[in-house]
């Protein structure tokens, strides 16, 4: 089975937080040869309102709207960066984004 990443992104984002949140969450994709597509929310009012309304309400910013990179697996949502950067840390980003674990991760020891 192929796993498709959507990442939602701001393409005219001038945070550099947020631009370097966005590459780091790619570069490391790309480095993994994991494909993914990269959902740009500054075009499109349709797919901004489909991510806002597939992040869990638990997961959901206290106030405002949540911010890219928003990370789903098709439908599921997988997180956003702080989950990502948390599981990359542990090593666990492969069950993170929902994928069978690489022979050189935590995630793959007994």
Known sequence: MQFKYALNLWSGSGSPKIKKRQQDVVRFLEANRIE????DITMSEEKRQWMYKNIPEDRQPAQGNPLPPQIFSDDRYCGDYDGFFE???????????????TLASKESEP
Do not use: I
Request: proline share 5%; no cysteine; charged share 25%.
């Open 36 to 39: 993914f597509e990269e959902v």
């Open 87 to 101: 599981s990359k840390e542990s090593n666990t980003v492969f069950s993170f984004l929902g994928l069978k674990p």
